[in-house]
C-alpha cells in the first residue's frame, strides 16, 4: 500500500508533491508526510490522519525548495501516528526515506544497527531504511542505497535523498509499483501515473529490482546487478480527467457510470460485428497448445476472484475445460498441482496486488503459462505475465470496485470463446450468437444503471439494517458474492452470499422478521427453484428484493419488491444484474454517511500479505 510522490527541478517541490499525493489518497491514508531540501537542510512535516491535515501545515509554513519526496500511508509496522508517518530520517536528519511495502528482515537489520548506537524513534520498518543508507554512506548515495539492497529483503518501492548531494533522488522497486516521470527541466517520481500526469506524459516503467537516479537534467537507471540500463518512454495516452471526479459526488458513482463505455472499449477489436471469432490482441494459442492444457487455474483477490468465479462458469460452459478458481493468497502457500499443462489465468484491476502477484510467480516456477487480465497498463503483474488481455476501464480511483469487475467479466467471456472456438465446443454461429449479445450489453449496462433513483428510496427506508443476505444459484451465486462484498466494504451493513440451495443447510436459521434478502434470478434454468428459495425465507419474515430479467415475472407474487433488468442472455447476465447490487451499496453508504470513496480500514491497492 502507500503512496511516493517525489520532485526534482525549478519550481516548489511543496505544490507538486501535495497534488501528487491527493491523486495517491488510494492508496492510503492515514497520515501524510514530506520531505524537502529547504536552504541547506531537509524539512520534514508528517502528520497523523487525512492529507488535508498536512496541507493545511503547510499552508501555514511554507517550504521552498525545489527537492522533495512524499508519501501517504497505510499502515503495517506500527499504528498510524506522527512519529510512525512517513518521510523518515537518520539521526542527524541528512537523509530522508520514504517507503512502500515491508522490509521482512528489519528487525535483525535494526538490532544490528542499535548496537552501533542508531537511536530509533518509530516502530516502522521504513526508518530501518534510513539508519542503515546512514550506515553505509561514505559520501555516494547511490552507492550506499546499493549496499543496503543488498542486505534487505521483502517487497518495497522506496525513494531517498540526502542533504549532503541534493542535486538528486534515488529509487527502486521490488514488487511495489514505482514510475518515473520525464519533463523539461524538471523529473518525477510516483507510485502511479495519475500523480504527475498534470507534469508529463512521458513515463518510464522501472522493472523488478532497478534502481532509478533521478536528476533535474538527467535520469539514469541500473538493473538488479548494477549495470546501467537505456529505458524506452511509455507515453500516456489517456486524460488526466479520465482520473478525476468530473461533477459526480464520488469516484464510485462515476466509476458505477462509465461501465457502459467500460465494457464498450474491452470489446473494442476483440468483438467485431463483422468478423468471425474473438481477436485477442497478442494472445493467440494453436489448438494444439491449448489442448496440452488439462486444467486452468484463475487465481485473484476480492472482486477480481469474484470475477473468476464467473470465469470457471463460462470457461467450463462454453470451452469444456475443468477451470479451479482460488483466492490468491490461499493458492501462493498450499502448494497447488500446477505444471505446464495448467494454464493460470491471472485477474487484477492494479496489477500491484501482493499477494496476487507471488500467486503468478509460484504457478510460473511450477512452469504454467500466465495469461493475465489487467487493467493497469505495464503494472507488475501485466509485465509477470507471459500473456496480457487488459481490460480498457480508465483508472478506477474508489476502493470499491466496479467498472474493473465488468471489465474483467468481458475479458473472461472473451477468453471463453475464444478457446470455445479452437476447441470447437462451438460452431462458428453459436460464438456469433453470443457476440451478438455481447455487443449489446453496453446499451443494457445503460438500460440497468436507469434504477437509481428506486434503489437510492430502498437505501434511504433501509439505511439502518442490520444484515442482508444476497442468494442465487449457478452463475447469480457469483454476483451474490459480488454484492455483498460491495454492501460490506462501503456501507459497513453486515452481509453474507449464499448459495440459494444451501440456505436451509444452517443460515436460514438466521432469517427473521424484516431481514433483507436480495434475491438475484437471472439464470432461465434455475428460475424455478430459485422462486422456491424465495418463498422459503418468505416464509420465515424476510423482506425480499427480488432481481430478475424482464419477462420473468413470477417471482413479482412473491417477493416484497421485484427489479427488472433487461433481458440479457443467462451467460453474460453478471454484467447487467451486478448494477443495481453496485447501485445498493453505493446509496447505502451515501445514506449513513460513510466515506464511499475511502471506506475505513481498506485501500485501493493491496501491496502487502
Ligand atoms: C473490491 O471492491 C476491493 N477493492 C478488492 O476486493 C479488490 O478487488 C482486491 O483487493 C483485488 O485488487 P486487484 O484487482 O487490484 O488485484
Redo the contacts with the bound molecule.
Keep these: 500500500m502507500c503512496g511516493i510522490v517525489g520532485y526534482i527541478g525549478e519550481k516548489k517541490a511543496v505544490p507538486v508533491l501535495i497534488g501528487g499525493l491527493q491523486k495517491l489518497e488510494y492508496r492510503g491514508y492515514d497520515s501524510a508526510g514530506v520531505a524537502v531540501f529547504d536552504q541547506g537542510v531537509i524539512e520534514v512535516r508528517k502528520f497523523k490522519g487525512r492529507l488535508a491535515v498536512l496541507e493545511q501545515h503547510l499552508q501555514k509554513e511554507s517550504l521552498n525548495g525545489s527537492l522533495g519526496i512524499g508519501h501517504t500511508r497505510w499502515a503495517t509496522h506500527g499504528e498510524p501516528s506522527d512519529v510512525n508517518s512517513h518521510p523518515h530520517t537518520n539521526c542527524s536528519g541528512d537523509i530522508a526515506v520514504v517507503h512502500n511495502g515491508i522490509i521482512e528482515n528489519y528487525m535483525q537489520i535494526k538490532s544490528m544497527l542499535i548496537e552501533k548506537g542508531y537511536v530509533f524513534v518509530s516502530e516502522t520498518d521504513t526508518e530501518v531504511l534510513a539508519h542503515y543508507i546512514d550506515f553505509y554512506y561514505h559520501g555516494d548515495l547511490v552507492e550506499a542505497v546499493k549496499q543496503v539492497l543488498a542486505k534487505i529483503r521483502g517487497s518495497y518501492a522506496f525513494a531517498v535523498i540526502s542533504r549532503r548531494e541534493p542535486d538528486k533522488m534515488v529509487c527502486v522497486r521490488k514488487e511495489n509499483p514505482l514510475i518515473v516521470g520525464a519533463g523539461v527541466g524538471e523529473n518525477f517520481i510516483a507510485s502511479d501515473i495519475p500523480a504527475i500526469l498534470n507534469h508529463t506524459r512521458n513515463i518510464y516503467l522501472l522493472n523488478e529490482n532497478e534502481l532509478a537516479v533521478i536528476e533535474k537534467e538527467k535520469i539514469t537507471f541500473f538493473d538488479e546487478e548494477g549495470k546501467e540500463v537505456k529505458k524506452d518512454i511509455f507515453e500516456v495516452n489517456w486524460d488526466v480527467s479520465a482520473a478525476e471526479k468530473g461533477g459526480y459526488e464520488h469516484f464510485m458513482i462515476k466509476e458505477i457510470n462509465e461501465q457502459p463505455k467500460a465494457v464498450k472499449d474491452t470489446m473494442t477489436s476483440r468483438v467485431l460485428e463483422d468478423a468471425d471469432g474473438i481477436k485477442l490482441d497478442k494472445f493467440s494459442l494453436t489448438k494444439e497448445q491449448l489442448e496440452k492444457f488439462n486444467k486452468i487455474y484463475i487465481v485473484?483477490?476480492?472482486?477480481?476472484?469474484h470475477a473468476g468465479m464467473v470465469g470457471k462458469y463460462v470457461i467450463e460452459k462454453l470451452a469444456k475445460i475443468t477451470v479451479e478458481v482460488d483466492i490468491a493468497s490461499e493458492f501462493r502457500y498450499r502448494d497447488p498441482i500446477v505444471d505446464d499443462k495448467t494454464l493460470t489465468i491471472i485477474?487484477?484491476?492494479?496489477?500491484?496486488?501482493l499477494d496476487?502477484l507471488a500467486a503468478l510467480k509460484e504457478a510460473k516456477k511450477k512452469g504454467s503459462r500466465i495469461l493475465s487480465i489487467v487493467?493497469v497498463v505495464g503494472s507488475s503483474?501485466a509485465r509477470e505475465s507471459h500473456d496480457v488481455l487488459y481490460t480498457w476501464a480508465g483508472p478506477e480511483i474508489a476502493?470499491?470496485?466496479?467498472k474493473?469487475?465488468t471489465t474483467q467479466l468481458i475479458a473472461l467471456y472473451e477468453i471463453a470463446l475464444y478457446m470455445a472456438g479452437l476447441k470447437g465446443t462451438m460452431t462458428a454461429q453459436e460464438i456469433n450468437a453470443i457476440k451478438d449479445e455481447m455487443l449489446k450489453l453496453p446499451k443494457m449496462v445503460e438500460d440497468a444503471l436507469k434504477h437509481k433513483e428506486t434503489l437510492q428510496k430502498f437505501a434511504t427506508r433501509n439505511s439502518n439494517a442490520k444484515d442482508v443476505f444476497f442468494l442465487g444459484r449457478g452463475i447469480d451465486y457469483a454476483i451474490a458474492m459480488e454484492g455483498s462484498?460491495?454492501m460490506k466494504?462501503i456501507s459497513y451493513v453486515h452481509s453474507e452470499a449464499y448459495a440459494a440451495g444451501e440456505l436451509k443447510h444452517g443460515t436460514i436459521a438466521l432469517i427473521e422478521q424484516g431481514t433483507i434478502v436480495l434475491a438475484v434470478l437471472t439464470q432461465d434454468e434455475l428460475y424455478e427453484k430459485m422462486v422456491s428459495n424465495v418463498k422459503e425465507v418468505k416464509a420465515r419474515g424476510a423482506f425480499v428484493f427480488a432481481i430478475a430479467k424482464e419477462g420473468n415475472h413470477e417471482v413479482e407474487s412473491v417477493a416484497d419488491y421485484t427489479m427488472y433488468i433487461p433481458k440479457v442472455a443467462d451467460i453474460l447476465a453478471p454484467v447487467v444484474a451486478v448494477i443495481p447490487l453496485q447501485l445498493l451499496a453505493y446509496y447505502m453508504a451515501v445514506e449513513k454517511g460513510c466515506d464511499v470513496d475511502k471506506p475505513r480500514n481498506?485501500a485501493?491497492?493491496?501491496t502487502v500479505e
Excluded: D, P, R, W
Excluded at 399 to 402: F, L
Design positions: 485473484a483477490c476480492g472482486t477480481a476472484f485477474i487484477s484491476q492494479s496489477g500491484e496486488t496476487t487493467n503483474i476502493v470499491a470496485s466496479t474493473a469487475y462484498l460491495k466494504e481498506l485501493k491497492s493491496v
